[in-house]
């Protein structure tokens, strides 16, 4: 009978996680050594620095998940280097435990106002040091993890559970962001008929409908373009820097791309579906001006027939 065993490397090995990275800074190589070879018994990946300047540099070319900054180095001190951390978004939330020989407290205590998440007295006892490493990991870890939930939070309310296009808080953001002489177009996109396709085909249906022209919207923008769903049947697509003429033809591609094409329902039953269209420009700070009037061409466009693109003041 064969040998069905397998041996240990014919097994799939789990990935394996890679160590926290801690960058030693200090201006002693001895200290360094010390401080490097009580981490790496203990688990760690350590790289050096012998001075605040050199610190930032490896900080920006790879960042550590933490730091022991020494307070009192030549070139750059560790209070200066934390200064310019701080300074610097991408080093700004890198933990830092300050080292120090110092008996007196002021130079800690302005390092804890500035951000420094703890200290050490030199010279350090080994478990000291790894529980003091340890501790600041697990609290960064924590952090992240807080704002990661708060992020997802933040996406889940802004997030339109049946299309999975932002709302109106997205596009709130979105506008928040930007400068407010910047010009934008706005387009109103309305379903026609809705409440009859509801009624005649069903709810479920008309769910349907509604994630078959989000879709159909997305195929027809550019990335450049925001486009939400404002509520019912009707979507809002945001142009950041389209003047009234490319909002129109941008219009007329929403409209035809959702008309042109019947909706199959089942293999014996298609849909008609159109949408009508409101159009209007102008500047990020006059947006709510901007969106009435879009909103104003939107009932000129259903008032002339729909299924057609009305712009405002045309």
């Known amino acids: ?50 001075d605040g300047r050199e610190a930032i540099a490896v900080c920006r070319e790879e960042p550590p998940d933490l730091i022991l900054l020494d307070v ?31 008996t007196s407290g002021s130079e800690v205590a302005e390092g804890l106002d500035l951000g420094a998440q703890d200290y050490l007295r030199k010279p350090c006892e080994p478990a000291e040091l790894v529980a003091r490493v340890a501790a600041a990991l697990r609290v960064k870890a924590q952090e992240a993890a807080l704002q990661r939930q708060a992020e997802e939070l933040d996406h889940l309310s802004s997030t339109d559970t049946l299309t999975g296009l932002g709302n109106r ?53 550019q990335d450049r373009h925001l486009v939400v769903r404002w509520g019912g049947e009707e979507f809002v697509v945001l142009a950041v820097g389209a003047e009234a003429a490319e909002a129109a033809q941008l219009g007329e591609s929403l409209r035809a791309v959702v008309s042109d094409t019947p909706f199959a329902l089942n293999p014996f039953n298609t849909l008609v579906v159109t949408v009508s269209v409101g159009c209007a420009s102008g500047f990020v700070s006059d947006l709510e001006q901007v969106l009435h009037a879009a909103d104003e061409a939107l009932y000129d466009a259903k008032r002339a027939g729909r299924n057609r693109v009305a712009v405002a003041g045309h």
């Open 1 to 50: 009978m064969a040998d069905t065993q397998h041996s240990g490397s014919d097994r799939r090995k789990p990935d394996r996680v890679a160590p926290p990275k801690v960058l030693v800074t200090d201006d002693s190589t001895a200290t360094r050594r010390i401080l490097t070879r009580t981490l790496v018994d203990a688990g760690y990946e350590v790289s050096e620095a012998a």
């Open 72 to 102: 009192d180095m030549p070139v750059m001190d560790g209070i200066s280097a934390l200064e310019e951390m701080k300074a610097d978004d991408r080093l700004r939330h890198l933990p830092v435990l300050f080292l120090t020989a110092r």
């Open 169 to 221: 808080r997205r596009l709130e953001a979105h506008l928040s962001k930007l400068p407010p002489d910047t010009t934008a177009s706005v387009l109103m996109v309305d379903v026609d008929h809705f409440k009859r396709i509801n009624d005649n085909e069903g709810h479920a249906v008309g769910d349907l409908v509604l994630r078959v022209v989000t879709g159909r919207l997305l195929s027809a923008v």
